[in-house]
T-cell receptor
């Protein structure tokens, strides 16, 4: 069935380090792809999205490119900050409610 | 735009009581809303899809008599946890789709969540 697989955390990085969180999906058709972020004690916020192959979503220094050939949507940021510490969820949506990955907890230390 | 609110943001109740959680789309109409449950340090689990004016569609394993969902208007869906027990303690999150055309097809906007603690 349809699913999202993202790298397991937790991920601990030093400030200004490069971040990659891998995400791959299994789905039929041409889903839209999303990254959501959840800060401690809060709900989900949309971080970025892409709706078709080769689209690049970007926001707050984060980027992810919709790669249909590898069914991937990896999240990257060139220089993380302490304030980026949160849980990141990869998700996709076809004609169904969002399907989420298990989440990756990121901790950035000064 | 595309703001979703939830009320209350947290609630503590005694075992056996019922708790109602409201989910509102503040600046758009949502014919479809979704209810998720999140356990500590885990992902979101879809509980049900709420359709305005019709019965909710529950995911497998979710008790419809336990978690009552009402979607009486295009801007409001409610989740009532009936006869709550400690194992129902969780973070409940709703989301909604904006079908006005402003948002990307299938994008969902999330509420801030409601933390339920049953003593």
């Amino acid at each position: 069935g349809d699913s999202v697989t993202q790298m397991e955390g937790p991920v601990t990085l030093s400030e200004e380090a490069f971040l990659t969180i891998n995400c791959t999906y299994t789905a039929t058709g041409y889903p839209s792809l999303f990254w959501y972020v959840q800060y401690p004690g809060e709900g989900l916020q949309l971080l970025l999205k892409a709706t078709k192959a080769d689209d690049k979503g970007s926001n707050k220094g984060f980027e992810a490119t919709y790669r249909k050939e590898t069914t991937s949507f990896h999240l990257e940021k060139g220089s993380v900050q302490v304030s980026d510490s949160a849980v990141y969820f990869c998700a996709y949506s076809g004609n169904t409610p969002l399907v989420f990955g298990k989440g990756t907890r990121l901790s950035v230390i000064a | 735009g595309a703001v979703v609110s939830q009320h209350p943001s947290w609630v503590i109740c005694k075992s056996g009581t019922s708790v109602k959680i409201e989910c509102r789309s503040l600046d758009f109409q949502a014919t479809t809303m979704f209810w998720y449950r999140q356990f500590p340090k885990q992902s979101l689990m879809l509980m049900a899809t709420s359709n305005e004016g019709s019965k909710a569609t529950y995911e497998q394993g979710v008790e419809k008599d336990k978690f009552l969902i009402n979607h009486a208007s295009l801007t409001l869906s409610t989740l009532t946890v009936t006869s709550a027990h400690p194992e129902d303690s969780s973070f409940y999150i709703c989301s909604a789709r904006d079908l006005s055309g402003r948002a990307t097809y299938n994008e969902q906007f999330f509420g801030p969540g409601t933390r339920l603690t049953v003593l």
